[in-house]
């Protein structure tokens, strides 16, 4: 991973181990409940399944911490216990988490609120349980770490952006350990009602990523974190090394608030940019986590520039939402975990949904059954409204 451009040419920082794992999902509390659902596919989005806030909170923290709060301290605490006894300076760790929104399901509650009882009755908690920045602050006094507490806001891509910056902390030196993540809990019939109706969710209530049938995305929540952790420190503490993030990049579109780029051009060049950052050729990329909504625009934007970066016969792909659905800031956070676990369980899950072939649609798509593989480079890529692109480069260990 490069942290600059010097008089003699990029600069590379410090390796970068991922040496912990948490998700919240759909499918389930923690990660093998995510990996289950992804390898036998039976949920498609919606709610966080199993999911009680007794089990982490007491009641004053639980009336304190709008829902997507929570899931994101849920899934950095699950990430952490993964990661063995850090026993880090608090001064070098840090923390980069992503949201869409942050507490929409409180800001709507207490609007109805003003409507219905007036000024009086609005709760004093509104502000800090709406602020999008709730949710790093959260995991950062969760775990006393006194580095970076920052939030990213870049839509669907954001988890992804997330990811990447925390990453970059550890290569730069400015940490040694930091979080990187993204959470979403926005299911309120409100914000349900928007996507409705600017004809962004499926209409049948199927996600069907690249399917000639697709007509929409479907809705979840949820969160996802990785540890973070510079190399060298993971193997002197003997710690488990799930994987290396070796490389990223953002680019933006510049084309519309919420269609991507037709020919995928903003794609290309974050994929393109990502490979740079990590130093590794197109002929090293095996697989492709994609970012595949199951929306007709953008499937067709993101396999056309699968297709002008790896040409007909590319990466064997895949779209995790067929399961998942789309959990908007955390949907590239779930999936980075998703690309982790690929690599570490050497198989890559179904996209499940898919069945009928677009014409247009010419890339390898992994679908039907789980398929084994050797692991070698994983791209996974999101692309959010605003024209935001994000893309991470995982590397099995060793």
Request: charged share 15%; proline share 6%.
């Amino acid at each position: 991973m490069q942290i600059g451009i010097g008089a003699g040419g990029p600069i590379r920082g410090r390796r970068v181990a991922v040496t912990g794992l948490g998700a919240v999902t759909c499918c389930g509390v923690g990660v093998e409940a995510l990996w289950d659902g992804l390898v036998h596919p039976t949920v498609v989005g919606g709610v966080v399944r199993g999911y009680e806030p007794t089990d982490w909170f007491g009641p004053k923290e639980m009336r304190q911490l709008d829902r997507f709060a929570q899931l994101s301290m849920v899934a950095a605490d699950q990430a952490v216990g993964a990661a063995g006894d850090l026993a880090v300076d608090p001064a070098k760790a840090g923390v980069v988490f992503a949201t869409g929104v942050g507490g929409f399901e409180t800001l709507a509650t207490q609007v109805g609120v003003y409507n219905e009882k007036g000024p009086d009755r609005v709760s004093p908690r509104l502000v800090p349980m709406m602020m999008a920045n709730a949710g790093a602050a959260g995991i950062s006094m969760r775990f006393g770490w006194r580095g970076p507490s920052e939030v990213i806001c870049t839509a669907c891509a954001a988890g992804t952006h997330a990811i990447a910056a925390a990453a970059r902390l550890v290569a730069s030196g400015r940490c040694d350990v930091a979080i990187g993540g993204g959470s979403e809990a926005s299911m309120h019939p409100v914000a349900m009602a928007a996507f409705s109706n600017m004809t962004a969710l499926s209409s049948s209530g199927n996600s069907r990523p690249f399917d000639a049938r697709r007509d929409g995305f479907v809705m979840t929540e949820g969160a996802a974190a990785l540890v973070l952790e510079d190399w060298d420190r993971a193997v002197a503490r003997g710690a488990t090394i799930f994987a290396e993030l070796a490389g990223a990049a953002s680019t933006a579109d510049a084309h519309h608030i919420t269609a991507p780029a037709p020919d995928g051009s903003g794609a290309v060049a974050c994929m393109e940019l990502a490979l740079v950052d990590a130093g590794i050729g197109l002929s090293e990329v095996g697989h492709i986590n994609a970012h595949g909504t199951s929306t007709p625009l953008n499937d067709l934007a993101e396999a056309r520039a699968i297709t002008k970066v790896f040409g007909e016969s590319g990466p064997l792909v895949t779209s995790t939402k067929g399961v998942t659905g789309h959990g908007l800031a955390a949907a590239g956070a779930i999936e980075a975990v998703a690309a982790v676990l690929t690599i570490d369980r050497a198989t890559i899950p179904p996209t499940a949904g898919y069945a009928e072939p677009d014409p247009e649609i010419t890339i390898p798509i992994v679908h039907g059954e789980p398929l084994p593989w050797d692991p070698s480079a994983v791209l996974s890529n999101s692309f959010g409204f605003g024209g935001h692109n994000g893309c991470l480069v995982l590397l099995p260990p060793g």
